[in-house]
């Protein structure tokens, strides 16, 4: 939770729900050490920090971040179309522009993927306008 002023009194009446001024305190401090150590688990906090969590019940720290994180999509389904001579399918992708460019002027990148074989590929673009490479550069 970003702590900006129109967020800040939603965290204020967030942590007012948990009863006095003291253990308003206390639950933040929870907060700050699960941010600050990468979202650790509460018991794990609570094995570190006994005494944040005196009066304080484990179980009612829940933190969305941790919840999204453990999400999982479904995996695809394994392909069987899989190319069996090496350049029958390539695949490709152009990425950029990047922020920073490489040594020789570059923002631009294309990947080129064999489906057979998997070898791929990296071509580095100064921009992207027409072609500037061919395949013979790139290996």
């Not at 994180?69 to 695949?91: D, E, G, L, Q, Y």
């Not at 489906?115 to 306008?129: E, G, I, Y």
Request: hydrophobic share 35%; glycine share 4%.
């Amino acid at each position: 939770m970003e702590l900006t002023t129109s967020s800040s009194s939603l965290l204020t009446q967030v942590l007012s729900s948990y009863g006095s001024q003291k253990n308003t305190n206390k639950v933040s401090d929870i907060w700050m050490w699960h941010r600050r150590l990468g979202h650790a688990s509460f018991s794990y906090l609570y094995k570190l920090f006994p005494s944040l969590f005196v009066r304080t019940d484990v179980s009612q720290f829940k933190c969305d971040v941790c919840e999204m994180a453990k999400s999982h999509r479904t995996s695809f389904p394994p392909s069987f179309n899989k190319s069996t001579i090496p350049f029958m399918i390539v695949h490709s992708d152009v990425w950029g522009p990047s922020k920073i460019a490489t040594i020789g002027g570059a923002h631009w990148f294309v990947t080129f993927i064999d489906d057979c074989t998997r070898m791929t590929w990296v071509a580095l673009l100064k921009s992207k306008r027409r072609s500037q490479f061919s395949l013979s550069e790139v290996s």
